[in-house]
């Protein structure tokens, strides 16, 4: 079985910044990209940040130049350094891991969520 474990998360001042850590559990084979979305309440989850495993990135308009995501492939762990933080960051951040391979028997996950860590910015 597959999970992601999201740590990092917490109560920041507006202007601060936070690191996010997401690591991939179990055997794993390969994992073709991983993400972050958020929620924020009453709205949709929103996709932040995503990374292959080749390193191409991708991001939302409303975080360029502040979200910057990496992958270390060896340990299966995604980070979201998030500076320059605002009020309107503040969501439950949700790590996602998509077209996971599991080690020796080939099963495919095609998307893996993990249970979310809460980002709240105080103005």
């Known amino acids: 079985q597959v999970q992601l474990v999201e740590s990092g998360g917490g109560l920041v001042q507006a202007g601060g910044s936070l690191r996010l850590s997401c690591a991939a559990s179990?055997?794993?084979?390969?994992?073709?990209?991983m993400g972050w979305y958020r929620q924020a309440p009453g709205k949709q989850r929103e996709l932040v940040a995503s990374?292959?495993?080749?390193?191409?990135?991708n991001y939302a308009d409303s975080v360029k130049g502040r979200f910057t995501i990496s992958r270390d492939n060896a340990k299966n762990t995604v980070y979201l350094q998030m500076n320059s933080l605002k009020p309107e960051d503040t969501a439950v951040y949700y790590c996602?891991?998509?077209?996971?391979?599991?080690?020796?028997?080939?099963?495919?996950?095609?998307?893996?969520w993990g249970q979310g860590t809460l980002v709240t910015v105080s103005s």
């Open positions: 179990g055997s794993i084979f390969s994992i073709n990209a």
């Open positions: 990374i292959t495993s080749g390193g191409s990135t």
């Open positions: 996602n891991a998509y077209n996971v391979v599991v080690a020796h028997t080939g099963y495919r996950y095609l998307e893996v």
